[in-house]
């Protein structure tokens, strides 16, 4: 079950730069998509989100971009800050109900000084 | 700010043995969630529940696994008679809306089957 894949395990970057983490999906039930950042031995935290009907959603340092056609999806984050290491997990969502939501494998994001 | 907790954060069983993970979700939430997450996998859906009742379960959750809100504030995932692969962390969530959009997070619990 490969619904939501994140094909980088891991990306590098510096400080004050941007980072952008990468998702695909293949499941064309999902309209909704979240991005979620884990800290080590804690649980996922929420980010930020964006509906299939936009294609771009912006929250401070963090934005999200949907290319529907490609079911692809991008986080970026600038400039980026040495807390923002951690591992960013998409997860899809279809509006089916009470919807479970479907993570990918995640990318761990290093950012350095 | 309201969150999601979990207890234990760490339970060490034997396998065979019955194990109930607690979780307190944020407290205008109606809609609850369990995932885990095997070491170095993804994190997947168990099971969500809404007005006492199952919602949705995943092929994972087979009849070993069963949820419950006993009280007003509790959520508990039981596992009847673990097996080694069940160790795992497992993650509680909630949420405010129907579609489970926003789900937030407990920090898990670490169960460690041997």
């Known amino acids: 079950d490969q619904q939501v894949k994140q094909n980088s395990p891991s990306l590098s970057v510096q400080e004050g730069r941007i980072s952008i983490l990468n998702c695909d999906y293949t499941?064309?039930?999902?309209?909704?998509f979240l991005w979620y950042k884990k800290y080590p031995a804690e649980g996922p935290t929420f980010l930020i989100s964006?509906?299939?009907?936009?294609d771009k959603n912006e929250d401070g340092r963090f934005t999200v971009f949907l290319n529907k056609s490609a079911k692809h999806l991008s986080l970026h984050i600038v400039p980026s800050q040495p807390g923002d290491s951690a591992v960013y997990f998409c997860a899809g969502a279809m509006n089916t109900g009470f919807q479970k939501l479907v993570f990918g494998t995640g990318t761990r994001l290093l950012v350095s000084p | 700010e309201p969150e999601v907790t979990q207890t234990p954060s760490h339970q060490v069983t034997q396998m065979g043995q019955e194990v109930i993970l607690r979780c307190v979700p944020i407290s205008n939430h109606l809609y609850f969630y369990w995932y885990r997450q095997i070491l170095g996998q993804k994190v997947e859906f168990l099971v969500s529940?809404?007005?006492?009742?199952?919602?949705?379960k995943s092929e994972i959750f087979d009849d070993q696994f069963s949820v419950e809100r006993p009280d007003g504030s509790n959520f508990t995932l039981k596992i009847r008679s673990t097996k080694l692969e069940d160790s795992a962390m497992y993650f509680c969530a909630s949420s405010a809306l129907k579609t489970g959009r926003e789900q937030y997070f407990g920090p898990g619990t670490r169960l460690t089957v041997t």
């Open positions: 529940f809404y007005n006492n009742e199952i919602s949705e």
């Open positions: 964006i509906s299939s009907i936009k």
């Open positions: 499941n064309s039930m999902f309209d909704y």
